[in-house]
């Protein structure tokens, strides 16, 4: 309504110089012809005041039409060419460039109904420009709907932006003044977005529409519900795949918004369901995967779990599959209880329980199980799982695995530690290192660390995830493909650099927490700073230097820079396999048992000047209050590295 509007105020119609006679005129001649300045008044009414040359209306001047219209600017040859400036009789203005008479060129219209800023061809809106719409009957323009892109022929047309006064947002491309071709459409009150194909302003083509889950200021890990695939006249229409929030998924056939037809149903916990729907419901018997031995039920293997980099004999990966599909069946409950406690961890509580695992939660629970002293780091861990989804970043925290992403990542991180212990003679050995690394899940299920101990901290560092990658990068060693390695030699410089030392009265405190955090860091190599740091841990670290100011002392200036640490360890050995294990599997697969441990303490000396450029390691001397809090100090820490 509002263009309709416009363009009425648009097609005007600019008032034209045609059969002009001359009824009185004052002002200077030559040779009795108009010459120099003067005033003209027309036998039409029309009235000129401005520069003539040799008797015609040229240089600048300003013409009033008897219906209040005025021209102020160029002409040229008796006709209105060049820059000048309209108003007319309603208030609605033009100030840019004309051509016999038209607007042509650029220019800047005002009316009731909006503001167009742009290019013109002939009087209409033609090539790139900004149009503004008012709300009608208001001068307001705070709620006011803002398209910016092509123009043909007074319409929207070619690629664009709009803005609508509801808050709704559509960007792409457009025809004949509707939504046409590749766009994304946003709509903000609803939560939900589509981008893909459109026809005459609606959903037409393949596309992907997402309902987004309500967000919240302290994180941004929220799931949702998400259609790809084709859509007619605006609903869901043809083949397409729905992922639900819960981890399900849908691929098959849809007509008009309804599952109809040859489908796929992926429950959240990896059961399949392969048949036909009719009108959005299952209409012939389930083949379940997970509980059906009969040699008739359907197996839908690549949906499920894709080993094929881990097992390329399609035999054997069916052998594997099988075998991790009974594993499931055993332990679902205790896999969904672990994905539903590292979910949550540093969120705070979800409404729609839509909340789903991060990548960053996953490497906690890496860490928790004590994964490291087998030989994997977190973050060659990420390296690990990458496949699991192939659109994920390399090591973005921001990454959501769903109930059948952590088994599968599951299924990579135990392949990659247990496969030099088990028996080279099975028939499924994926499977068995799965089993391995699903009983150590059981018994490793202590949270450790420092960054989700305490939800307000957790909360308040996570909101500030963007700002701790982008010190990753800065800090790391470009690798190929987008990777990157970080070590802890890179990140005690990163903490000098933002002056985490600088309030620090104990000087052990800092490596204390390294000492924490890694694994490898033993009596034997101490002082190798060379080992690589995951994201997580990168945030651990900062979190633990926070909260260890917090238990420090007064600050003392710094006579020395050689750190004396006395710490406790762990002497870790292997013990027999348990009744617990036997009991929880009847299969023949070695389970992995729990270790003894026996504490011991090591002296060793850090060197800080080995890591820093000399003149940087005094400690300044920074009182702070003992009823501060931990999360005081993490606002504190914060504000240096913002």
């Not at 939900?192 to 992907?208: P, V």
């Not at 009847?586 to 992995?592: A, C, L, P, Q």
């Amino acid at each position: 309504d509002c263009n309709r509007a416009m363009d009425v105020r648009v097609g005007y119609g600019e008032p034209g110089l045609a059969t002009l006679v001359v009824k009185e005129f004052t002002g200077e001649m030559r040779s009795n012809v108009y010459h120099g300045t003067g005033t003209a008044v027309f036998t039409n009414g029309q009235v000129y005041r401005g520069d003539f040359d040799s008797g015609l209306l040229c240089g600048q001047g300003t013409m009033t039409w008897p219906d209040g219209t005025i021209y102020s600017g160029a002409f040229e040859d008796n006709t209105i060419t060049g820059s000048g400036s309209y108003s007319w009789p309603d208030g609605s203005t033009y100030t840019g460039q004309v051509d016999h008479g038209l607007r042509h060129g650029k220019g800047i219209f005002h009316c009731s109904a909006g503001t167009y800023e742009g290019d013109w061809l002939d009087g209409k809106r033609h090539g790139k420009g900004s149009l503004q719409y008012r709300q009608a009957g208001t001068q307001n323009t705070e709620r006011s709907a803002v398209y910016v892109g092509g123009f043909n022929n007074n319409k929207r047309h070619g690629e664009g932006k709009m803005v609508y006064a509801s808050g709704n947002v559509y960007e792409g491309e457009w025809c004949d003044d509707m939504r046409h071709g590749r766009g994304t459409m946003t709509w903000h009150a609803q939560s939900e977005m589509y981008s893909g194909d459109w026809r005459n302003g609606i959903q037409h083509g393949h596309g992907e529409h997402t309902w987004f889950a309500k967000r919240f200021v302290a994180t941004t890990f929220v799931q949702h519900n998400q259609y790809v695939g084709e859509f007619a006249d605006g609903k869901r229409h043809g083949v397409g795949t729905f992922y639900y929030a819960s981890g399900a998924t849908y691929v098959g056939e849809w007509v008009s918004d309804k599952k109809h037809g040859e489908a796929v149903y992926t429950s959240e916990t990896g059961v399949v369901f392969a048949g036909t729907f009719v009108n959005d419901r299952k209409d012939t018997p389930a083949a379940n995967v997970s509980s059906s031995s009969s040699p008739a039920a359907v197996r839908v293997v690549k949906f499920v779990f894709n080993i094929d980099d881990l097992e390329p004999d399609a035999a054997k990966a069916e052998a594997n599959l099988k075998e991790i599909d009974n594993i499931l069946s055993r332990y679902i409950t205790e896999i969904r209880e672990c994905y539903n406690k590292y979910r949550t961890l540093g969120a705070p509580t979800n409404e729609h329980n839509t909340r789903v695992l991060t990548r960053l939660q996953f490497l906690r629970l890496i860490k928790d199980m004590d994964i490291e002293v087998l030989g994997l780091s977190t973050a060659h861990a990420n390296r690990v799982i990458h496949p699991v989804r192939k659109s994920w970043s390399l090591h973005s925290p921001r990454d959501a695995l769903l109930p059948r992403d952590l088994c599968e990542a599951l299924i990579r991180v135990g392949w990659h530690v247990f496969r030099p212990t088990v028996d080279t003679q099975s028939p499924h050995p994926i499977a068995d290192c799965f089993l391995k690394i699903v009983l150590r899940s059981l018994e490793y299920d202590t949270l450790k660390g420092y960054l989700f101990q305490n939800d307000q901290i957790a909360q308040r560092m996570i909101a500030h995830t963007a700002e701790f990658e982008q010190l990753y990068l800065k800090y790391a060693e470009a690798g190929v493909e987008g990777d990157h390695v970080l070590r802890w030699r890179e990140v005690l410089f990163m903490a000098r650099d933002v002056g985490v030392f600088a309030d620090f009265a104990d000087s052990s405190a800092v490596p204390q927490v390294v000492l924490s955090l890694s694994a490898k860091m033993t009596a034997d190599n101490c002082t190798d700073m060379r080992h690589e740091v995951s994201l997580l841990e990168l945030m651990e670290f900062f979190t633990g230097c926070a909260i260890m100011k917090q238990k420090d002392k007064v600050p003392t200036q710094a006579t020395s820079d050689v750190v004396q640490l006395d710490v406790a360890t762990e002497n870790v050995e292997e013990a027999p396999t348990t009744d617990h294990a036997e009991a929880r599997s009847t299969e023949d697969v070695d389970n992995v048992p729990p270790r003894r441990r026996s504490s011991t303490t090591i002296k060793f000396q850090i060197r800080l000047s080995e890591h820093f450029d000399a003149g940087t390691l005094s400690t300044h001397a920074s009182p702070f209050s003992a009823v501060n809090r931990d999360l005081d100090r993490v606002n504190e820490l914060l504000a240096l590295i913002l």
